[in-house]
């Protein structure tokens, strides 16, 4: 089992990655009234059949050449079902797959969300060809952060460019500190 809920969107994310994805979304949602934690991410990758995502929550099967097993989608799925929560793909091959998982806030098991700005830090810096659209809402504080509106601004210029990629992870944390206000998930 992973130790917090970002290293689990961190391995989902580069399954994206390894999809062909050109664009990812994650969406962080707390909602303390409904007692709800949900985490999706959404790719626009190559997709899977139905077998695929019949299959794709047995840590037996994976479509890596690399090694026999896959152990992410199952551990974030038993993560999500051990706080009384859910868990969902839904993929269609050509068009993507979205990944939903969510969690009882105040479940005794459910790890922490831990550090999700540093995740999507790594993310957007180490994977030059590929936008992400990140979106951290808790209650009815939010912020997005979208890289096609950074290329925009930048142009040529690379994400992980010491000053870009210190740009975005100080862009990250300081939203999320004032999203967060005094609220830790």
Known sequence: ?????????LDVAQNSVKA???????SVIADTNANK????IDDNGCGMTEEQVSQVCDPFFT????????????????????TDGSFEIKSKVGEGTQVTAIFTL???DRMPLGDMSSTMHSLITLNKNIDFVYTYTVNDRSFKLD???LREILGDVPFDVPEVSAYIMDF???NKAEV?????F
Not at 20 to 26: G, I, W
Not at 37 to 40: E, G, M, P
Not at 180 to 184: A, H, N, P, Q, R
Request: without cysteine; charged residues 30%; aromatic residues 4%.
């Open 1 to 9: 089992m992973m130790t917090e809920i970002s290293l689990n969107v």
């Open 20 to 26: 062909n994805a050109s664009l990812v979304e994650v």
């Open 37 to 40: 934690l949900t985490i999706k």
């Open 63 to 82: 479509t890596r050449t690399t090694r026999k097993v896959g152990l992410g989608v199952p551990f974030f799925k038993e993560a999500a079902e051990n």
């Open 106 to 108: 105040d479940h005794i």
């Open 147 to 149: 890289t096609r509106e």
């Open 172 to 174: 990250l944390r300081s």
């Open 180 to 184: 967060d206000e005094d609220l830790i």
